[in-house]
């Protein structure tokens, strides 16, 4: 990994953690995120995992404005990095701890690697 990709790895873990901080006071459900790059494609390769807890609170937050306004803000912490996603709808993923129990045995290691 190159300086500069430590650099950004950084600064992108803190943006993100804001916005992991900001889903988690709205008590819906949702328990972490993480993501996924590849520094060479920064745009094109950028994978946000938003985790909850339950298939429900899942479909909760999507029947909700909470989805739009996580995109927006998503989207306003990645701008101040000079990061503008190339596919938003493909790059911001969705994922449940429920759903990894049942497929993956909870090992998140390999569920990632589908994303």
């Not at 804001?18 to 006071?25: K, N, P, R």
């Not at 339950?54 to 909470?66: E, V």
């Not at 990645?78 to 129990?101: F, G, H, R, S, W």
């Amino acid at each position: 990994m190159r300086k500069s990709d430590k650099k950004l790895e950084k600064q992108l873990i803190e943006h993100l953690t804001q916005v992991c901080d900001e889903l988690l006071a709205l008590d819906i459900g949702f328990k972490w995120l993480t993501h996924l790059i590849d520094f060479d494609r920064v745009a094109q390769s950028l994978k946000v995992i938003c985790v909850f807890d339950t298939d429900a609170n899942l479909q909760a937050f999507h029947n909700s404005t909470h989805e739009k306004a996580l995109k927006l803000t998503l989207q306003k912490h990645l701008k101040v990095l000079n990061i503008q996603l190339a596919k938003p709808a493909q790059q911001i993923l969705y994922d449940t701890e429920e759903a990894c129990l049942r497929t993956h045995s909870g090992k998140w290691a390999e569920r990632l690697k589908v994303h």
